[in-house]
């Protein structure tokens, strides 16, 4: 069993992760998703920059401190697209971290963290917020850092892959990845 930080999007905390908890909870993992929006979500990707930017990326990742600061130091940080990058923010803080999961997003991975990190990505191919010239170099320099990383590609489909409320869902793409985020889970 897992103990899990799910941070949500540029949208605001919504269905897609609240089923993406449910699935890690069905497997007996214990997972947060702490709401970084207060209830606000936006209907289009424009409205959750719009939100983002109002909030601001500095309150954001207060309120992601604050949501594991109870957490055991071995919990897994994992983050759908911008909650990709507040799991960057944490993540130099938790050294004990037991994993990272990064959904439809890539980000630094600190020289400061634990070697052999276990580091899972799954990302659009391409994808317009992770083009494949940034995900290789992001993968260059987590590996530098000591990370083990694994990335899953998925061709043709849209960034935000997993979400039913989209355009950009695959229905075959999204079960791929939460099996192998499950699995990732179970050998940690």
């Keep these: 069993m897992a103990h899990i930080v799910l941070l949500h999007s540029v949208y605001g905390l919504r269905a897609v992760e609240r089923a993406a908890a449910e699935r890690f909870r ?4 214990e997972v947060v998703t702490p ?3 207060e209830g606000q979500v936006a209907t289009t990707i424009d409205h959750g920059f719009t939100l983002m930017n109002r909030i601001g990326w500095k309150v954001i990742v207060e ?20 909650g990709a990058g507040v799991v960057g923010e944490l993540l130099p803080d938790r050294p004990d971290t037991a994993g990272v999961l990064l959904l439809h997003g890539i980000t630094g991975i600190p020289a400061s963290a634990r070697a052999d990190l276990p580091v899972r990505l799954h ?46 869902h695959d229905e075959e793409a999204a079960e ?3 099996q192998r985020s499950l699995a990732f889970l179970h050998h940690l």
Excluded: C, N, Q
């Design 26 to 29: 069905a497997a007996s993992h």
């Design 35 to 37: 709401d970084l929006y």
């Design 63 to 82: 309120r992601a401190r604050d949501a594991v600061r109870k957490m055991p130091a071995s919990t897994v940080l994992a983050g759908v697209s911008m």
């Design 123 to 168: 990302v659009a191919d391409p994808d317009e917020f992770a083009l494949p010239a940034a995900v290789a170099a992001w993968e260059k320099a987590a590996m530098d850092a000591g990370a083990a990383v694994e990335i899953f590609t998925y061709p043709g489909v849209g960034h935000f892959y997993t979400d039913a409320s989209l355009r950009d």
């Design 176 to 178: 791929l990845t939460w």
